[in-house]
Nanobody, 124 residues
Framework: QVQLVESGGGLVQAGGSLRLSCVAS????????MGWFRQAPGKEREFVGA????????YYTDSVKGRFSISRDNAKNTVYLQMNNLKPEDTAVYYC?????????????????WGQGTQVTVSS
């Protein structure tokens, strides 16, 4: 059974930083591309960024470029989302997810496995 477990969320002031982690089990982690999504209250879940299975390539939505970075440690079955210079509009539940293909990595429909999410709240 595939499990993705996010952690590291919390309350932070604007301009602060958080590092989210997502630990995977029940799958060959190194065979999956990993994505991060977020969902704010009353809004649809949106793509944040993704990292290729080997870790060499990342892709981000425009609103987080230069502030967020994704990395992974395949030996630990873990993907990370480093979030710097956080803004109140970054407030959301953050989810990690896994998919086979890299093409259209921003497309939510391509992700087969999801974590339960971790809350990030940025105060102004």
């Amino acid at each position: 059974q595939v499990q993705l477990v996010e952690s590291g969320g919390g309350l932070v002031q604007a301009g602060g930083s958080l590092r989210l982690s997502c630990v995977a089990s029940g799958l060959t982690f190194s065979a999956y591309n990993m994505g991060w999504f977020r969902q704010a209250p009353g809004k649809e879940r949106e793509f944040v960024g993704a990292i290729r299975k080997t870790g060499g390539i990342t892709y981000y939505t425009d609103s987080v470029k230069g502030r967020f970075s994704i990395s992974r440690d395949n030996a630990k079955n873990t993907v990370y989302l480093q979030m710097n210079n956080l803004k109140p509009e970054d407030t959301a539940v953050y989810y990690c997810a896994a998919r086979w293909s890299w093409g259209d990595v921003w497309d939510i429909s391509g992700y087969n496995n999801w974590g339960q999410g971790t809350q990030v709240t940025v105060s102004s």
